[in-house]
């Protein structure tokens, strides 16, 4: 379930003359802008972006890049683009030279269905000339590599079938990749986690846990240090429970010391839409305190009423 | 320019009919067959299935694979499903265990469009219940498998933006690893070859034999011993041009001992309706002899009739 409230019925020209008057003057207001953007879903937001286009020959989004700033700036303008374009642009920043948030790339990949993971593919040609995949080899290299372009160029089989034996064997070829730390089978690790289909994994994960007594996620905490097993345990959450795993997202995004506005920002402005209630109320049952309490603690000004607005907070 | 000589107005109906009754009695007419399959287009060959399917309840295609046999059989077949599930099937054949013609794939892969290729992928999906990835991983290892996985994942961007220094840098990493023979610099030969846009990468081949005097698919030549470098060169060959690349596919399936039936096929199958008009000229121009005289001198019967139709000879 999603987080946002919106109304059934909306003016696009209205919108768009409501933001460029909020627009005039020194200093935008923002308020006005939370109040309308953080209260329009995506198909509105793409129709107040074409009625702000023709009315006032100007792009919408890079008005807002100019009147506002810093992670309100950053949060509205993720939240204006369309989600495969958007997941496109958290892509090109999460490898571009300095960043190297690679997990991010193994996440969007990992969540992702097949159809919706070609979309992004497409939005980045569209919008960088080049391939994900083109970008993420040039800026990495070894099994990162592999995984990370093994997992953005992967169109997985999205039927139910479950082959039981097959999850045996591969999840005893995870145990022996993992038991060892040696890394001798860690192509083969790649090669099923970018391959077989989601239903498939989850069977070969639990398999997993059945014949070890911990999850593979669990297992593999330990081996975190270096950027491929971040990437590596980052799919492997994504894939068997993308909701938990962006609970914990937020949970660390949140009590990091100076808060990952980042952290924050990627999963609320993505998820908003889809499944962000759901989320929330596993945040909830984890942490004992609800989602919106936390987050107020921890960010202020306008970028606060604007999350708060995205987590679903009545005005 | 296509082969296929189809006429602009048929009667699928007419046609169901008229194949119905090539089947009647003992041992099908062929040459009606011919006759018929071998004049129509891929939209036509669909709407005689179609009519076929409603006129007499059964799926045109199996009552065909029950009538002919041999390599009629096999020709006919591949060429009455659609493009994508065509290659789908052919893909499947070359890595199944025991055939492993693993240049196929890298064939199909490098010859095909993005959108072309995931037209196929998605074929392979609705037929064969797994994703062509997996089944490739699945059946190779090292060097190989990065290559061919790679291949028909790539989603390359297809702008006609050119990078010379680009070109340049990777140029002389292609060289580097050829030069070296030793493999430590393959990795990024395959980067290289599997996420570049195609304009690109014949840049790069370019900046190769400007400065090196010689042809990087020539140059490979003399490494193709083992499947990784027959389907590095086959890829290169394919990037590069197509056209030449199936010329030579066709005077290899020729002069063969024996005759590669599976060869010929594929090509002429494939490419009658695309640009076979132009790989018949390359052909002539190479060998002083025309494709028709030289496969009519090799093969026979009724698969004779049908392949030398798809050709453009006139009845």
Redesign the interface.
């Known amino acids: 379930m999603a987080t946002l409230i919106a109304p059934s019925n909306h003016s696009p020209i209205e919108d768009a003359q409501a933001l460029r008057h909020a627009f005039k003057g020194w200093g935008a207001d923002n308020k006005a802008i939370v109040a309308i953007l953080g209260h329009r879903n995506v198909h509105q937001r793409q129709q107040i972006r074409k009625a702000y286009e023709e009315l006032f020959e100007e792009d919408l989004i890079k008005r807002l890049e100019s009147e506002i700033s810093g992670d309100f700036e950053r949060a509205v303008y993720r939240w204006m683009l369309e989600p495969a374009d958007r997941d496109a642009v958290l892509i090109n920043v999460a490898i571009r030279n300095g960043s190297k948030n690679y997990h991010v790339v193994a996440e969007i990949a990992s969540v992702l269905s097949a159809e919706e993971l070609?979309a992004v593919?497409?939005a980045y040609?569209n919008r960088y000339?080049?391939?994900?995949?083109?970008d993420v080899?040039?800026n990495t290299?070894?099994h990162l590599?592999?995984l990370l372009?093994?997992l953005v160029?992967?169109?997985?089989?999205?039927?139910d079938?479950i082959n039981a034996k097959l999850a045996q064997i591969e999840a005893n070829v995870i145990h022996e990749s993992v038991k060892e730390k040696k890394g001798n089978n860690e192509?083969e690790v790649i090669?099923i986690l970018?391959?077989?289909?989601k239903t498939q994994l989850v069977a070969t994960f639990n398999r997993y846990r059945d014949e070890h007594g911990i999850s593979i996620s669990k297992k593999l905490l330990d081996q975190t240090s270096d950027d491929f097993h971040k990437a590596l345990h980052t799919a492997i959450r994504c894939i068997n429970d993308h909701k938990k795993y962006y609970e914990k997202v937020l949970r660390n995004a949140i009590k990091k010391f100076g808060t990952d506005e980042d952290g924050l920002t990627r999963v609320i402005v993505t998820r908003a839409e889809k499944d962000l209630r759901d989320i929330k109320e596993l945040y909830y049952k984890r942490n004992s305190v609800h989602l919106e309490d936390a987050v107020s603690k921890e960010i202020s000004g306008d970028y606060k009423k604007f999350i708060l607005t995205l987590l679903g907070k009545q005005d």
């Open positions: 070609l593919r497409r040609h000339k080049r391939s994900i995949e083109e080899s040039a290299t070894g590599r592999q372009v093994g160029s992967s169109f997985r089989y999205e039927g079938e192509e090669r970018t391959t077989r289909s």
